[in-house]
């Protein structure tokens, strides 16, 4: 490993991997969310126009922006969609994460570098990690924390998942695993005892 470590969060969708970056945050390391970038990718010029030439302006809400809802029904109900979709935005949010990535490899206040990205090993990125961390936890849990976000629509996360590489070779590409079925508090001193050995005993 040279310079700080890069550490790919894997696991399934509701499993709680925002809040395991949350707690590598407080530990110092810098999280690069790809959703959040994946979301602003979205509202670019020339990514509208592609997405609108390809499915009409109705993709688009009254303001010009994408309508993500639709845009979700139209890809998730179609491989080619869906390729279509990934070819226009990963390029540009991996574009950006790695930009992220070496400024956060000479910010002397960054301890680690996190990537929190749903299809890490889809696009090939666990290349670019030092750490692998599977995410676990039960199925009543993972629909019980969906299910407290009212915007999100559960048959939809289904379909999502079927596009997604199994949880079961997530979790054997990882080199640790979190359960994520108790409380923050557990989940934080579990994360602590990691990073730990990942820096090498040095905390």
Not at 4 to 30: H, Q
Not at 109 to 115: D, F, H, P, T
Not at 165 to 175: E, F, P, R, Y
């Amino acid at each position: 490993m040279i310079g700080k470590p890069v550490i790919g969060i894997l696991g399934g969708i509701g499993s709680g991997k925002s809040t395991v970056a949350g707690c590598f945050s407080e530990l110092g390391c810098a999280v690069i969310d790809a959703d959040v970038m994946a979301h602003a990718v979205l509202d670019e010029p020339d990514v509208l126009e592609a997405m609108a030439g390809r499915w009409g302006d109705e993709m688009l809400d009254a303001a010009g922006l994408v309508d993500r809802g639709r845009i979700a029904e139209r890809v998730f109900d179609s491989q080619k969609e869906l390729d279509f979709l990934n070819q226009l935005v990963h390029p540009r949010v991996l574009e950006r994460a790695g930009v992220m990535i070496n400024a956060c490899q000479v910010d002397l206040s960054v301890r680690g570098i996190v990537l929190d990205m749903p299809l890490l090993l889809e696009v090939g990125w666990e290349k670019k990690c030092d750490f692998l961390v599977f995410v676990d936890c039960s199925e009543d849990k993972k629909w019980q924390r969906i299910a407290k976000n009212a915007k999100i629509d559960i048959e939809q996360l289904k379909k999502r998942e079927n596009f997604q590489i199994s949880l079961d070779k997530k979790k054997q590409k990882a080199h640790y695993a979190i359960d994520n079925n108790s409380n923050k508090s557990d989940i934080a001193e579990q994360i602590a005892q990691i990073f730990s050995k990942m820096m090498g005993g040095s905390q």
